[in-house]
């Protein structure tokens, strides 16, 4: 599936941002998780909420914090699809 290049960049930056041990596991899960996401919305292409909510669904509590900086970091506007 395609993804919005400014949205793949951002994830990118923060990709690389993600401790080396858990960089390889984040990169699955959200490159699995959000396209999924995508096709729920009935898009074909992964956009800024799609890896928003893959990160905050598939990212364990423990590292939230770390998560949200590393949004904040990168220009991914976490706040606009806050669930809670």
Excluded at 26 to 38: N, Q, R, S
Excluded at 41 to 51: I, P
Excluded at 53 to 81: N, Q, W
Aim: net charge negative.
């Amino acid at each position: 599936m395609q993804w919005n290049s400014e949205v793949k960049a951002k994830y990118d930056t923060m990709l690389k941002k993600i401790p080396v041990f858990h960089r390889g596991i984040t990169d699955e899960i959200v490159k699995e998780k959000a396209p999924m996401l995508a096709a729920q919305r009935g898009s074909g292409c992964v956009e800024e909420c799609d890896v928003v909510r893959a990160f905050t669904d598939e990212v364990p509590k423990c590292f939230y914090s770390m998560m949200i900086r590393l949004m904040d970091d990168v220009g991914l506007d976490h706040k606009k699809y806050d669930r809670e």
